[in-house]
């Protein structure tokens, strides 16, 4: 379900309606999930994003799932919703109307009309079936910006054919889905442009006879303000920027668009679907788990004194989520500027836009009366000093080296991403991590005029590396020509005349290799600065213990180990073990809203 901003009904107004589509039985899918039932698709195709390999939907399989899409829209209808969305973009119908997928030779291929024989059928059934006064919109692309594919002057014949059979309005696309670099084309992540295809959108839709709505990294407020008063489009899509703050429209109707939380366009939503089922907000912890983490924060019963050590991601959010519940929070910080490992990543021209989650929380805690203490070197003695009822320790992580023979001569990526070392000549990018780091790193060395070449012990490159995001990252390297090697594990690292030797295996068998470089540069993760906890663990009541059953049901801590300890002593994010920023912060939203 998605909220616009709309043309006519000022800014945050709302309709409930719900996007259809047969995607688990059209070809945008996988065989091997849910129930085993092969793809299908107007014909026998190869479906690249979930490597799938669909047959050609048969008669009986066209007639039952016509049928779906009527009882799926008459469920809608009955459940009160005030219309749906038809995707007729990369899945089942509009694989019959794309000569990119439809190589049929019977009655539903070849000819224009033969393709748009299917579609028109279940538009005209829905409609029927729905009546009249039941809005149903279609996303579909106007270009698909592939050989063979959709082109604009066609997909305006359809956009009127099927406004005739039943439309009401167009979910505009420019582009298409077949794999990762055409999807991150399609919905943008960060680094690139925002609202690419918006002055696309409005040639099209002074061409259609329905409104149209767009979506494609429409963020802002200001920039949906300009599509609409322009008459590039009657409703904006802004589906990131509401998983990211939910509370928008809600902030636009009230004249607080200062503290809408900005989608940064990390994609860990899309990128999540993908790797672990749920589509989860880097920037908002509850986003997908509202239920466990809900999006409005609820005043505590009691006022506690709180020491928050790292304003980090992990720190920043639970000075904030304690704030906002009402306790006595002072955030304490070493560095001269908060962040902590966002702000490094920030400085990779790619991810530049991570800047936006510090800047969002440092101006909320500036709003709750935060006080902010930098170049604040916290020790135990300085917290056993003053009188605290609970403190947080989110003191992050540093650079984990290699645990190999010659560690001494490898480079970290944050050296390298802060500008502190930039090896030039050969230099291996030595990759235990599986993150972005070490894709930036080899960013920055190339462009520093490195010969790189990625080295991993993994099978694939990057796997925590989300598709839309990767895609980028690997055509500017391709195109700088940086190698890639899999499945070779750092056993070691030897200084010789010619540069510095490494040994190279694979694992699980007693393969080596040597190869020569000038430089090695290593992502191994992180290992916590967990020197401050482990210090004031003895004087904690809890001894730094968190019972998981009550954190995970969002109950108090009820933990006791120590009767003589004088507060509750806590750690977060990298401060416990190295994970991702969400997981940082996600650690922050849970145990806070406790407190």
Same mark, same amino acid.
């Given at each position: 379900m998605e909220d616009v901003l709309r043309r006519d009904g000022g800014d945050g107004g709302r309709a409930a309606r719900e996007q259809i589509e047969h995607a688990l039985l059209g070809h945008r899918t996988s065989n091997y999930t849910d129930n085993w039932l092969p793809a299908i698709s107007a014909s026998n195709?190869?479906?690249?994003?979930?490597?799938? @390999?669909?047959?050609?939907?048969?008669?009986? %399989? $066209?007639?039952?799932?016509?049928?779906?899409?009527? %009882?799926?829209?008459?469920?809608?209808r009955s459940a009160g919703l005030d219309g749906i969305e038809l995707m007729t973009w990369g899945h089942f119908l509009? &694989? @019959?109307?794309?000569?990119?997928?439809?190589?049929? %030779?019977?009655?539903?291929?070849?000819?224009?009309?033969n393709r748009m024989r299917y579609p028109l059928q279940v538009i005209r059934a829905v409609r029927e079936a729905v009546g009249p006064d039941f809005v149903i919109g279609a996303r579909m692309t106007f270009d698909e910006e592939r050989d063979g594919g959709l082109e604009?002057?066609?997909? /305006?014949? $359809?956009?009127?054919?099927?406004?005739?059979?039943?439309?009401?309005?167009?979910?505009?696309?420019?582009? &298409?889905?077949?794999? %990762?670099?055409?999807?991150?084309?399609? $919905?943008?992540?960060?680094?690139?442009?925002?609202?690419?295809?918006?002055?696309?959108?409005?040639? $099209?839709?002074?061409?259609?006879?329905?409104?149209?709505?767009?979506?494609?990294?429409?963020?802002?407020?200001a920039t949906a303000r300009y599509a609409i008063t322009e008459g590039l489009l009657d409703l904006v899509g802004m589906t990131r920027a509401l998983m990211a703050d939910p509370e928008l429209p809600n902030k636009v109707r009230d004249g607080r668009t200062d503290r809408i939380r900005p989608c940064v366009g990390a994609n860990l939503c899309i990128d999540g679907i993908y790797a672990s089922g749920a589509a989860f907000c880097m920037h908002n912890p509850s986003t997908g788990r509202e239920l466990e983490v809900p999006q409005r924060i609820a005043p505590a019963d009691t006022t506690r004194r709180v020491a928050v050590v790292g304003a980090g991601p992990a720190g920043l959010e639970a000075a904030r989520v304690l704030a906002e519940r009402g306790h006595d929070v002072h955030l304490f910080?070493?560095?001269?500027?908060?962040?902590?490992?966002? /702000?490094?990543?920030?400085?990779?021209?790619?991810r530049r836009d991570l800047r936006g989650i510090i800047d969002w929380r440092t101006d909320e805690l500036a709003r709750l009366g935060v006080p902010i203490s930098l170049n604040t070197y916290v020790d135990a003695q300085m917290i056993l000093d003053q009188s605290w009822d609970v403190v947080i320790v989110a003191t992050g992580g540093t650079p984990a080296p290699p645990r190999i023979p010659g560690a001494g001569q490898v480079h970290d990526t944050w050296d390298v991403l802060a500008g502190a070392r930039r090896p030039r000549g050969r230099v291996m990018v030595y990759d235990d991590h599986g993150g972005n780091q070490a894709l930036d790193a080899a960013e920055a060395l190339v462009r520093e005029g490195a010969t790189v070449e990625i080295v991993t012990p993994e099978r694939t490159l990057s796997p925590d590396v989300g598709s839309l995001?990767? &895609?980028?990252? @690997?055509?500017s390297l391709a195109e700088s020509g940086v190698a890639f090697t899999v499945l070779r594990r750092l056993h070691g690292v030897a200084k010789t005349p010619e540069g510095l030797e490494v040994e190279l295996g694979l694992d699980g068998f007693a393969f080596r290799e040597r190869r020569t470089f000038d430089a090695v540069v290593a992502e191994m993760g992180t290992d916590p600065v967990q020197e401050l906890y482990d210090e004031l663990l003895a004087s904690s009541t809890n001894l730094g213990a968190v019972d998981l059953t009550e954190l995970l049901a969002r109950k108090p801590q009820s933990v006791e180990r120590n009767a003589d300890g004088t507060f509750r002593l806590f750690r977060i994010g990298d401060a416990v073990a190295g994970r991702n920023v969400h997981a940082a912060m996600l650690d922050a939203a849970r145990l806070c809203r406790t407190i």
């Open positions: 195709v190869r479906e690249p994003a979930h490597r799938a @390999f669909a047959k050609a939907a048969e008669r009986w %399989d $066209i007639d039952r799932v016509l049928k779906d899409f009527v %009882d799926v829209a008459q469920r809608c509009d &694989s @019959f109307w794309t000569p990119y997928w439809n190589h049929r %030779d019977d009655e539903y291929g070849g000819s224009y009309e604009t002057p066609e997909a /305006l014949r $359809i956009a009127q054919d099927i406004t005739e059979a039943g439309i009401d309005f167009i979910s505009l696309i420019k582009g &298409s889905i077949g794999t %990762d670099a055409d999807l991150a084309r399609t $919905i943008p992540p960060m680094s690139t442009p925002a609202s690419p295809h918006l002055e696309f959108a409005g040639r $099209i839709k002074q061409k259609l006879s329905v409104p149209v709505m767009h979506a494609a990294r429409i963020s802002d407020v910080e070493a560095a001269d500027k908060v962040g902590g490992q966002l /702000l490094l990543a920030s400085l990779a021209p790619r995001t990767a &895609s980028g990252y @690997f055509n």
